[in-house]
């Protein structure tokens, strides 16, 4: 099977990542851990395929058991998808955070040498 982009899987992922931004305050900026986010789309991904039962999985649940809210099968596993994303973006913006604050410290005047990663392959 080939893969067009966008396909509808791609496209409601990326809905429920903007849903989630929009109405549940989950912004790339916020600094949500990356351990709470992949717990959240583990217990989604796990209720998704019924591979435990939604009582069960609220204890994987990072957050307040109310705020866990299975729908069925497919639109669970996008929810996973997207806070995967989430987690991936958090990830992300610490990163960018901490090359902020490397660069924020570097001498202006500083050489910096150029690295030629061709050599030798």
Do not use: H
């Amino acid at each position: 099977m080939l893969y067009s982009c966008p396909n509808k899987a791609s496209v409601d992922v990326i809905r429920e990542r903007v849903r989630q931004i929009k109405q549940e305050a989950y912004t790339p900026g916020q600094k949500t851990p990356v351990e709470e986010l992949a717990r959240a789309a583990a217990a989604y991904a796990f209720v998704g395929t019924g591979r435990g039962t939604a009582d069960k999985l609220a204890l994987l649940w990072p957050w307040d058991p109310s705020s866990f809210k299975p729908m069925g099968c497919r639109e669970d596993l996008v929810r996973a998808a997207a806070l995967l994303i989430a987690a991936v973006e958090s990830l992300d913006a610490d990163e960018e955070a901490k090359m902020a604050e490397l660069v924020s410290t570097m001498n202006p005047d500083a050489v910096l040498v150029p690295i030629d990663f061709t050599e030798g392959s």
